[in-house]
C-alpha cells in the first residue's frame, strides 16, 4: 500500500501570509512530480507550487483565500510506489508540530464571530466613526485582531475586502492612512482627493476589480512618485554596429534555448556603468540620511505579464557573459509568465531596466523602482540622419530614459551615465577596457 505524505509550502524566500488563489487539484487526481497543486499570490507576483511527489491526492488542506507561510500543509498524497521512501522519524516533537499544523489550517478555515463588546480604544481614529450595527459580524484572524488592537482601531468600522468580508491586515493599514490623511486634511496639508464621479449617468459601464499585483503596484509606483524627487535625462545611443553583430551573434545560435537580445547588451553595459558610477548603485536608509553602497550588482528587469508588470532580477550581472545574461533573462522572463516566480527571483535588485523597444515610443519618464535610486527606459530604435564626417548618414539610434531620484545623483551624474552607456553601446569594446 502507497503511504500517505503531507506535501507543504516550500521556501518562498521568507515571506509570510501569501493569499491562496487557485487550486489547481482535487481529491482523487493523479499527479506527477512538478503537476502544479495551487498558485500563491504575494505582493509582487503569482507562483504556481510544483508537486515534490507523483501520486494521488487523498486530501486537501487549505482553501481559496487563506493566507499560507513555509511549512504549511497543502495536501496530502498517497505516494506512487516507484517513489523513494523517506526515511520516518516518528518523535514527540514532529508530532506536536504535524498536530499544530493541522490546528494552524484548521483555524485559518474557521470564520470568528464578533459581538459588538470588542473592546475599542480611545484614540480619535476609532471614536470618529459612527457605532456599527450590535448585530453585525466581523470576519478577522487573530493576526488582524491582533494589529487592529495595536492600532486602537475597532473592527467593526473597518470594511473587510477578503473573502466573504473578510478582514486583512491591509484593510486595518489602510484605514488607519485613511484617518492620517483625514487629519493631514484638517491641519491643512494633504494631497487633493480624486473626485467621485458616477459614470454610469453618461452611459453602460462595466466595473472590474484591480488583481493584487496591479493594486499593489500601484500603490508602491504611487508611493514612489510621491515620496521620490524625480528628474529624468534623456539620450540615444547609436547601436548601428552593435545590432549588426548582435544579429550575427544569434543566427549562429538560433538553435540555442535563449534568444540574444539588445536588452542582454544593455544589462552588461549598465553593469559596467554602475561600476564606474557607484552612486547609482545606492539606496537610502530609511533615516534618508544616509547612504548605502552596494557591493553586488543585481539588475532587475521589467517583464509583462497577464496579470500585471513584475520585475525579476538577474543576479550577480557584473559577473556574467552576454549569452549567461540572455540566457538567466529567457529562464527568468518564462518563470514570469508561467506564474513560476518565488520571492528570491524578485528581491535585491540595485537597479532596473524598463524596455518598451518592442512596442514602440521614442522616449518615456520611467518611475523610480524603490528604494533603488535610478531606472533605465528603452524605446524602439530608428534609423536617424547622423552628421559624421561632413555628411549625414542613417544610424539605429536607441532611446535612453534615465529616471533618477535627485536627492541622491545630480544632473551632471546623470547625464555622465547616460553618456557612459550611449558611448559603451555605440562601441561595444569600450567595456573591455
Not at 223 to 236: K, L, N, S
Request: charged share 25%; aromatic share 6%; hydrophobic share 40%.
Amino acid at each position: 500500500m502507497a503511504d500517505e505524505k503531507e506535501v507543504k509550502v516550500p521556501d518562498i524566500g521568507g515571506t509570510s501570509g501569501v493569499d491562496v488563489i487557485e487550486i489547481l487539484v482535487k481529491v482523487g487526481d493523479e499527479i506527477t512530480k512538478e503537476s502544479p497543486l495551487v498558485t500563491l499570490e504575494s505582493d509582487k507576483a503569482s507562483m504556481e507550487i510544483p508537486s515534490p511527489v507523483a501520486g494521488i491526492v487523498r486530501s486537501i488542506r487549505l482553501n481559496i483565500g487563506d493566507k499560507v507561510s513555509e511549512g504549511d500543509v497543502i495536501l496530502t498524497v498517497a505516494a506512487s510506489q516507484d517513489e523513494p521512501q523517506e526515511e520516518k522519524v516518528a518523535t514527540e516533537t514532529t508530532s506536536a508540530k504535524d498536530e499544530n499544523t493541522k490546528s494552524g489550517v484548521q483555524e485559518k478555515e474557521s470564520l470568528v464571530q464578533v459581538a459588538k463588546n470588542t473592546p475599542v480604544s480611545d484614540t480619535p481614529a476609532a471614536k470618529s466613526e459612527p457605532d456599527a450595527d450590535s448585530n453585525a459580524v466581523v470576519y478577522a484572524g487573530p493576526a488582524v485582531r491582533r494589529l487592529s488592537r495595536e492600532f486602537g482601531v475597532s473592527l467593526e468600522q473597518v470594511q473587510g475586502t477578503g473573502r466573504k468580508s473578510r478582514i486583512t491586515k491591509e484593510d486595518i493599514q489602510q484605514f488607519v492612512k485613511a484617518k492620517l490623511q483625514e487629519k493631514s486634511n484638517a491641519a491643512g496639508f494633504s494631497l487633493p482627493s480624486a473626485p467621485q464621479v458616477d459614470f454610469s449617468k453618461f452611459g453602460q459601464v462595466d466595473t472590474k476589480s484591480l488583481n493584487k499585483i496591479k493594486r499593489l503596484t500601484g500603490a508602491n509606483l504611487h508611493r514612489a512618485w510621491v515620496t521620490i524627487p524625480h528628474v529624468t535625462q534623456f539620450d540615444e545611443a547609436d547601436i548601428t554596429e552593435l545590432e549588426a553583430f548582435r544579429k550575427s551573434e544569434a543566427g549562429k545560435s538560433k538553435d540555442s534555448d535563449f534568444k540574444l537580445t539588445m536588452l542582454a547588451f544593455v544589462c552588461k553595459v549598465v553593469s559596467k556603468a554602475l561600476a564606474v558610477y557607484p552612486q547609482f548603485n545606492t539606496s537610502l536608509d530609511a533615516s534618508g540620511e544616509n547612504l548605502i553602497y552596494k557591493q553586488y550588482c543585481n539588475i532587475g528587469v521589467a517583464v509583462e505579464t497577464p496579470n500585471g508588470l513584475v520585475v525579476p532580477v538577474i543576479k550577480h550581472v557584473d559577473s556574467l557573459s552576454v549569452n549567461e545574461i540572455a540566457k538567466e533573462m529567457t529562464r527568468l522572463s518564462t518563470k514570469a509568465r508561467e506564474k513560476g516566480l518565488m520571492p528570491p527571483d524578485m528581491s535585491g535588485g540595485c537597479f532596473t531596466i524598463s524596455s518598451l523597444g518592442g512596442i514602440g515610443g521614442t522616449a518615456f519618464t520611467p518611475i523610480v523602482n524603490s528604494p533603488e535610486v535610478a531606472i533605465l527606459g528603452l524605446s524602439r530604435a530608428i534609423i536617424k540622419p547622423v552628421y559624421i564626417d561632413g555628411e549625414f548618414k542613417p544610424r539605429l539610434m536607441l532611446p535612453l530614459s534615465l529616471s533618477y531620484d535627485h536627492r541622491v545623483i545630480d544632473g551632471a551624474e546623470a547625464a555622465r551615465f547616460t553618456r557612459f552607456i550611449s558611448e559603451s553601446l555605440s562601441d561595444i569594446r569600450r567595456i573591455l577596457l
